[in-house]
């Protein structure tokens, strides 16, 4: 690990100022990710500013029956709120189903949705990766490709996003509140938050440099059964081959979005219509315009099946 320069944070518009003034600075919250990827020296920091002390570990119901998350609040504390597991139930799902027990107590709402892809050419520093080296090319694209992108990727890039929350909350329709570097707020729907990789994949997100998430809004709740399928090599510690965040009204309205098989939660809500009339011409409606490689072409019927499983117990 190099060396690097540290401080605590007071307020939010104090540590976006503070980050946005240092190239080469870093926002520190649980750390579960970015001090792995320090450790590779994958990240290199100069200067870590903490923001732990700040006063965003809330969950507080807004005036339009919604609900709005601090970015701070841990996921273990989120999946547990009983408004979260009563009325956004493939939230408490989702987070479940990601990472350890350990990691959860330790790991955020903002750092989870900032979380970086677990591509294994990304982490490997002798291997050729535009994410983490632009300009380098891919060696994913001719390589080991079982675990990428199917939809969404480029000639640059077929990492995926690896998170479980962020596609529950893209079938709720979440809004992602920040803090800019100039102390203004603005509001993101988690639609736009993550960015699809085209020639810039080292760039995850559309958050400028120094702009600081401080909460996360649910709308009202949507009513009908919620799931949550997660697809795995193994049951437990391990990122989606494909996994499924979907919602089912009581009269067969479907909202799903996928993980696992693009650079972010995918959910194409032109589709969502046909699910309850013909689930397979929704899941190709879904799936157009993908880009499989031979190793993981298998992952776009995996996704058909999830959807079919979810449909399925939403039946029983």
């Given at each position: 690990m190099?060396?690097f320069?540290?401080?605590?944070a007071?307020?939010?518009?104090?540590?976006?100022a503070?980050?946005?003034?240092k190239p080469?600075?870093?926002?520190?919250?649980?750390g579960?990710?970015?001090?792995?990827?320090?450790?590779?020296?994958i990240e290199?920091?100069?200067?870590?500013v903490d923001v732990?002390d700040?006063?965003?570990?809330?969950?507080?119901e807004?005036?339009?029956?919604g609900?709005?998350?601090g970015?701070l609040?841990?996921n273990?504390?989120?999946a547990a709120?009983?408004?979260?597991?009563?009325?956004y139930?493939?939230?408490?799902?989702?987070?479940?189903?990601g990472a350890?027990?350990?990691?959860r107590?330790?790991?955020?709402?903002?750092?989870?949705?900032l979380?970086r892809t677990?591509?294994?050419?990304?982490?490997d520093?002798?291997?050729?990766?535009?994410?983490?080296?632009?300009?380098?090319g891919?060696a994913?694209?001719?390589?080991?490709?079982r675990?990428?992108?199917?939809?969404?990727t480029?000639?640059?890039?077929?990492?995926?996003?690896?998170g479980?929350?962020?596609?529950?909350l893209?079938v709720?329709?979440?809004?992602i509140?920040?803090?800019?570097?100039?102390?203004?707020?603005?509001?993101?729907a988690i639609?736009?938050?993550h960015r699809?990789?085209?020639?810039?994949?080292?760039?995850?997100?559309v958050?400028e440099?120094?702009?600081l998430i401080?909460h996360?809004?649910?709308p009202?709740?949507?009513?009908?059964?919620?799931f949550?399928y997660k697809?795995?090599d193994?049951?437990?510690y391990?990122?989606?081959?494909v996994s499924a965040?979907?919602?089912?009204a009581?009269?067969?309205?479907?909202?799903?979005?996928?993980?696992?098989?693009?650079?972010?939660p995918?959910r194409v809500?032109?589709?969502?219509?046909a699910?309850s009339?013909?689930?397979?011409?929704?899941?190709a409606?879904?799936?157009?315009g993908?880009?499989p490689?031979?190793?993981n072409?298998?992952k776009?019927?995996?996704?058909?099946?999830?959807?079919?499983?979810?449909?399925a117990?939403?039946?029983?």
């Amino acid at each position: 690990m190099r060396s690097f320069s540290y401080e605590r944070a007071q307020t939010p518009e104090q540590a976006a100022a503070t980050v946005a003034g240092k190239p080469g600075a870093k926002f520190l919250a649980g750390g579960t990710n970015l001090l792995d990827l320090m450790k590779l020296e994958i990240e290199s920091p100069t200067h870590l500013v903490d923001v732990q002390d700040l006063d965003l570990d809330r969950i507080e119901e807004t005036d339009d029956g919604g609900v709005r998350i601090g970015a701070l609040v841990s996921n273990t504390a989120l999946a547990a709120h009983r408004k979260i597991r009563t009325d956004y139930g493939v939230l408490t799902r989702a987070i479940v189903a990601g990472a350890s027990g350990q990691l959860r107590n330790k790991a955020t709402t903002a750092g989870n949705l900032l979380q970086r892809t677990r591509c294994p050419y990304f982490y490997d520093s002798n291997m050729a990766c535009n994410k983490r080296k632009p300009g380098s090319g891919c060696a994913a694209i001719a390589g080991f490709s079982r675990q990428l992108g199917v939809i969404g990727t480029s000639d640059s890039c077929i990492a995926t996003y690896p998170g479980d929350m962020a596609v529950a909350l893209r079938v709720l329709d979440a809004t992602i509140e920040t803090v800019t570097p100039d102390g203004a707020k603005r509001s993101i729907a988690i639609a736009d938050f993550h960015r699809l990789p085209g020639s810039s994949p080292e760039r995850d997100n559309v958050l400028e440099h120094g702009e600081l998430i401080t909460h996360v809004t649910l709308p009202k709740p949507i009513e009908g059964r919620h799931f949550y399928y997660k697809i795995r090599d193994r049951a437990s510690y391990a990122f989606a081959l494909v996994s499924a965040a979907g919602i089912i009204a009581p009269n067969g309205a479907t909202r799903v979005a996928f993980g696992g098989v693009a650079p972010k939660p995918w959910r194409v809500e032109a589709a969502e219509e046909a699910i309850s009339k013909d689930r397979k011409a929704a899941t190709a409606q879904i799936f157009s315009g993908a880009r499989p490689t031979e190793e993981n072409a298998f992952k776009i019927s995996l996704a058909d099946r999830a959807l079919a499983a979810v449909i399925a117990e939403a039946r029983s």
